[in-house]
């Protein structure tokens, strides 16, 4: 034990000194604040050590820790590496040291992460996993809410349980929003993404606290292999390498960057200014130093270095836009194949930057370049706007083969080797297979068909020690499959555009992939994890239109999107049927037709279908012209439902589904195209109200003779992009929602009059509904930021708002319940109670 000195204070013996820095070996960030070096000193030591133990040590020990001073005082670590012998033992002390540093709350025992040291919400993750008991830790729902996302997200790399791994993969989600949101935003972020998994019970333990919690939720956009999004611009190109023995992406955009981030946690390491737009690039290593080559819309290309940023040299002669870069070691030294607008395909040493040879074969732009040994000797493959898959020889600069059968432009190209040969994989701009080909004898082995658009983007790797390749392209899926078997393992999904760029790594044994476009965020996924089974499945395409209806008693949410209209129930989310549109599904709108269940859907076929929802069956077409139905409505005529349609065509139709359903009963042409629908009882008589794209809201008396358009409000909106209609003080309202705009109007169809504007929304409103609660009237209004709003109608108040993972687009009033379309997925929300 240490003794005291007089003045001098604490004389630590060596095994004093060694128990107290202990802790500090294995402080994590800046180091350990006093307070908890003290008590990780006791645990891990035995001793009772004071503060002033420890305070008199570190004066004495000056020498060696460092001091740094923080917004919450001074911390303090080693200055050289500590002892760190049994380390998972000591870790395992650590961690339960500083969860029984975490305060409990007053009311059921638990732990008050809010009160919880800025050291451990920041570092707990670490040490937790260090000694393999994160799973245990994650348990705790509240530290989801409040720990540290950086470091949390790091620490979820390690290897985990399997219902660690579910929660691994509903914080990953949309960490990307949640990490940066306020505390209850990321509370409703997490409760969202939980039921997207399946979760229900964790869902409600997220929501504690905050007005709406989730009933259920699809998951079709989650997925575990998940490991973040990388929120910004979208890109252009993309390839991994390792940089201080961390992988990192490289990423090339139009706005003439190259941005270089850590593929852990997407921290950016280094952004790299082009001249122009960046297209095509890869990496290579020079002189033991990690390179990019980089490809520009004006020809550019150029070799800069990863570690400093800086440009070494550039590599001159196209012209015109560059599309293709791919890099090779060719004798032992860094090469660099390179093509696009000029239709050659040139070969550069990366050491001296010389061209070594030129290639001329492509009728047309040369789009992608992928690499593989052909009978011992180097050879480059690349696919063209010609329709065409090249071979070239990289010791002469000659072109060894041509391989054809694609009927459109070749966009993307990965090589690889099946059962000892080499392949090339290709897609395509107009086909919806790739084509796996034997580079040996030029054949083609397979077709990969699943995609249901275009292919542009591809890369291979090995899993489980099986060639594989990804493909990805206009579906907005990442396709994964086995090229043994020619099987698809997996499908990747959650991306909002068009996937355009790939790229696979390996990081500590795993294989990971790199993901993204033009208009989509790029995502890490773990592709050890790709083939887990995905969360409840639904839509595959964006939900465009979401309403209720009761179906033998119960009630239902049926909502359009890809070419499938979903019947489900309400109360548990539990799929009663799928029906196939045979088109993509752009309006929807449910109601009762003598005491049967109907819906009426439109697309863009230009026919409205009249489904009844109970027997699952489609009972008639209601043709239109050859153009998309905007919006569908049913409205009462003479007390009859009646299905109303508004086609691209500017014509407003009128339809009884029990008559002659080649003609409709009515038939009005408009000013400009409805964008918007909803029957209302105005004066005790139903009238149908529409929002055009003059901005004109719109009354219309669809009996007797006459005029039909009853009354014509002018709102001022740019154009009508979405309404809803309700009764407040006994008089008929409308709410319109134009354009981008960030406010909604509230207007009296009694005279005309702009009552209220509902304002603040942080991006334009893209859809609005109305509920009745009690004796309230509330309306609930989307914005672009992904929040709801809900908002008490006649005053035009504020009551509360809930965050969404990702933008939503559509939303209806199921009793007390909320059914939102967002993205592919439905969400079903209740108040909380």
């Known amino acids: 034990m240490a003794s005291c000195d007089g003045a001098d204070g604490l004389m630590p013996d060596s095994d004093d000194e060694a128990a107290l820095l202990r802790p500090l070996a294995f402080a994590e960030g800046e180091g350990?604040?006093?307070?908890?070096?003290?008590?990780?000193?006791?645990?891990?030591?035995?001793?009772?050590?004071?503060?002033?133990?420890?305070?008199?040590?570190?004066?004495?020990?000056?020498?060696?820790?460092?001091?740094?001073?923080?917004?919450?005082?001074?911390?303090?670590?080693?200055?050289?590496?500590?002892?760190?012998?049994?380390?998972?033992?000591?870790?395992?002390?650590?961690?339960?040291?500083?969860?029984?540093?975490?305060?409990?709350?007053?009311?059921?025992?638990?732990?008050?992460?809010?009160?919880?040291?800025?050291?451990?919400?920041?570092?707990?993750?670490?040490?937790?996993?260090?000694?393999?008991?994160?799973?245990?830790?994650?348990?705790?729902?509240?530290?989801?809410?409040?720990?540290?996302?950086?470091?949390?997200?790091?620490?979820?790399n390690t290897p985990g349980s399997a219902q660690g791994r579910v929660r691994r993969s509903i914080y990953r989600a949309s960490v990307h929003v949640h990490a940066t949101a306020s505390l209850p935003e990321r509370r409703d972020i997490l409760a969202i993404d939980a039921a997207r998994h399946g979760e229900t019970g964790l869902a409600r333990e997220l929501s504690r606290g905050r007005p709406w919690r989730p009933r259920w939720?699809?998951?079709?956009?989650?997925h575990p292999a998940l490991r973040f999004t990388r929120t910004g611009l979208g890109v252009d190109a993309a390839a991994c390498t390792v940089i201080d023995g961390r992988p990192h992406a490289v990423t090339g955009c139009y706005d003439s960057t190259v941005r270089v981030w850590d593929l852990v946690d997407g921290t950016e390491r280094l952004v790299i200014t082009e001249d122009d737009g960046v297209y095509a690039l890869d990496c290579a290593e020079i002189d033991g130093r990690p390179h990019v080559v980089t490809g520009t819309s004006s020809g550019g290309v150029r070799v800069w270095d990863l570690e400093t940023g800086a440009e070494r040299f550039a590599l001159k002669g196209h012209k015109g836009w560059i599309r293709a870069v791919g890099c090779t070691v060719i004798d032992g030294r860094p090469h660099a194949v390179t093509a696009g607008e000029d239709c050659l395909v040139r070969l550069w040493d990366l050491v001296d930057g010389s061209e070594r040879a030129r290639m001329p074969g492509h009728t047309e732009e040369v789009r992608a370049v992928a690499f593989a040994e052909v009978a011992g000797r180097p050879v480059a493959v690349t696919g063209g706007q010609d329709s065409t898959v090249r071979l070239w020889d990289l010791e002469d600069g000659v072109e060894r083969?041509?391989?054809?059968?694609?009927?459109?432009?070749?966009?993307?190209?990965?090589?690889?080797?099946?059962?000892?040969?080499?392949?090339?994989?290709?897609?395509?701009?107009?086909?919806?297979?790739?084509?796996?080909?034997c580079l040996t004898d030029g054949s083609e082995r397979a077709a990969l068909g699943g995609h249901t658009s275009w292919i542009s983007a591809m890369s291979c790797v090995d899993l489980g020690g099986r060639p594989h390749v990804l493909t990805a392209g206009g579906d907005c899926t990442v396709r994964v499959w086995d090229l043994t078997e020619d099987t698809e393992?997996?499908?990747?999904?959650?991306?909002?555009?068009?996937?355009?760029?790939?790229?696979?790594?390996?990081?500590?044994?795993?294989?990971?992939?790199?993901?993204?476009?033009?208009?989509?965020?790029?995502?890490?996924?773990?592709?050890?994890?790709?083939?887990?089974?995905?969360?409840?499945?639904?839509?595959?395409?964006?939900?465009?239109?979401?309403?209720a209806v009761e179906i033998d008693g119960r009630p239902h949410v049926v909502t359009g999107g890809d070419t499938t209209i979903r019947v489900r129930d309400l109360a548990d989310g539990a799929e009663r049927r799928t029906l196939s549109h045979g088109h993509?599904?752009?309006?929807?709108?449910?109601?009762?037709?003598?005491?049967?269940?109907?819906?009426?859907?439109?697309?863009?076929?230009?026919?409205?279908?009249?489904?009844?929802?109970?027997a699952?069956?489609?009972?008639?077409?209601?043709?239109?012209?050859?153009?998309?139905?905007?919006?569908?409505?049913?409205?009462?005529?003479?007390?009859?439902?009646?299905?109303?349609?508004?086609?691209?065509?500017?014509?407003?139709?009128?339809?009884?589904?029990?008559?002659?359903?080649?003609?409709?009963?009515?038939?009005?042409?408009?000013?400009?195209?409805?964008?918007?629908?909803?029957?209302?009882?105005?004066?005790?008589?139903?009238?149908?109200?529409?929002?055009?794209?003059?901005?004109?809201?719109?009354?219309?008396?669809?009996?007797?003779?006459?005029?039909?358009?009853?009354?014509?409000?002018?709102?001022?909106?740019?154009?009508?992009?979405?309404?809803?209609?309700?009764?407040?003080?006994?008089?008929?309202?409308?709410?319109?929602?134009?354009?981008?705009?960030?406010?909604v109007q509230v207007w009296d169809l009694t005279d005309g009059t702009l009552r209220s504007t509902l304002p603040g929304h942080r991006a334009g409103v893209l859809a609005v509904a109305c509920a009745t609660r009690d004796d309230r009237t509330d309306a609930i209004t989307l914005?672009?930021?992904?929040?709801?709003?809900?908002?008490?109608?006649?005053?035009?108040?504020?009551?509360?708002?809930?965050?969404?993972?990702?933008?939503?687009?559509?939303?209806?009033?199921?009793?007390?319940?909320?059914?939102?379309?967002?993205?592919?997925?439905v969400v079903v929300l209740d108040r909380n109670h």
């Open 616 to 743: 699952g069956t489609g009972l008639r077409d209601l043709p239109g012209p050859d153009h998309r139905v905007e919006t569908v409505a049913w409205a009462d005529v003479k007390g009859r439902p009646h299905v109303v349609t508004s086609d691209q065509d500017r014509t407003v139709r009128v339809w009884d589904p029990d008559e002659d359903v080649e003609h409709p009963l009515l038939t009005d042409r408009t000013r400009s195209a409805v964008r918007a629908m909803e029957s209302v009882v105005v004066d005790g008589r139903p009238h149908l109200l529409t929002g055009s794209d003059d901005a004109a809201l719109r009354l219309w008396r669809l009996t007797g003779k006459g005029r039909r358009v009853t009354a014509t409000v002018h709102t001022g909106h740019h154009w009508i992009r979405a309404l809803a209609g309700t009764v407040l003080d006994g008089r008929p309202h409308a709410l319109t929602v134009g354009a981008n705009d960030t406010a």
């Open 32 to 156: 350990l604040p006093l307070a908890l070096w003290v008590v990780l000193a006791r645990a891990l030591s035995g001793r009772p050590w004071t503060t002033q133990d420890v305070s008199v040590f570190r004066d004495q020990a000056g020498e060696l820790l460092v001091e740094t001073r923080t917004p919450a005082g001074a911390v303090y670590r080693l200055r050289a590496r500590g002892d760190r012998s049994g380390e998972r033992r000591t870790q395992q002390a650590v961690t339960n040291a500083l969860l029984d540093e975490v305060p409990l709350d007053g009311d059921g025992g638990h732990r008050d992460w809010s009160a919880a040291a800025p050291y451990i919400v920041d570092h707990l993750a670490a040490h937790a996993a260090a000694a393999g008991v994160l799973d245990e830790v994650l348990e705790d729902a509240e530290y989801l809410v409040h720990a540290a996302p950086r470091g949390l997200l790091r620490a979820l």
């Open 401 to 437: 083969a041509v391989l054809t059968g694609h009927t459109s432009a070749v966009y993307s190209v990965a090589c690889t080797v099946i059962d000892g040969i080499p392949h090339a994989v290709t897609g395509s701009g107009g086909e919806r297979a790739a084509r796996v080909w």
């Open 584 to 614: 993509r599904v752009e309006a929807l709108a449910c109601t009762t037709v003598d005491g049967s269940p109907h819906a009426a859907a439109g697309g863009c076929c230009g026919v409205t279908r009249v489904w009844d929802l109970a």
């Open 489 to 547: 393992r997996a499908v990747l999904t959650g991306h909002q555009g068009y996937v355009d760029v790939l790229a696979c790594t390996e990081f500590e044994g795993r294989p990971y992939a790199v993901s993204g476009g033009h208009s989509a965020s790029p995502r890490v996924w773990d592709l050890g994890d790709a083939v887990l089974p995905a969360a409840r499945e639904g839509h595959t395409g964006t939900v465009r239109a979401v309403d």
């Open 217 to 222: 939720a699809t998951g079709t956009t989650v």
């Open 783 to 825: 914005d672009g930021s992904g929040t709801v709003h809900v908002w008490d109608l006649a005053p035009a108040r504020l009551l509360e708002k809930v965050a969404l993972p990702t933008r939503a687009q559509c939303v209806t009033a199921a009793g007390p319940a909320l059914v939102i379309g967002m993205g592919d997925d």
